[in-house]
């Protein structure tokens, strides 16, 4: 089974409730989280202070998961957060560890 890493890109409003949601599933062992700036054309998205500032804040999660689970977490999301804002980006995971020292 390949391992992937699942990038959801949210709107900070939204923070709370994904991580919330994301704790509470069984088949998500855990993530990472970080605040974030999205560039880019879209100033349709973006609030007047945001155009002018030239970015928008944004929530990176950084989920590491098997290739399956993200995908069946992906169809969860579509259906959870339809409307949300929600970006992603699904890429394998050539290798993954902990270092100790």
Do not use: C
Request: proline residues 7%; hydrophobic residues 45%.
């Amino acid at each position: 089974m390949s391992d992937s890493l699942l990038n959801l890109i949210v709107p900070p409003h939204t923070e709370d409730l994904l991580a919330e949601w994301l704790l509470e599933r069984e088949d998500v062992p855990g993530f990472t989280s970080l605040p974030v700036s999205g560039h880019g054309s879209s100033e349709s998205s973006m609030s007047l202070a945001e155009q002018v500032a030239g970015r928008s804040r944004r929530v990176l999660f950084m989920i590491h998961l098997p290739l399956p689970v993200a995908e069946t977490l992906l169809a969860a999301l579509a259906e959870e957060f339809r409307g949300g804002d929600l970006h992603y980006w699904l890429v394998p995971a050539l290798k993954a560890g902990r270092i100790n020292t």
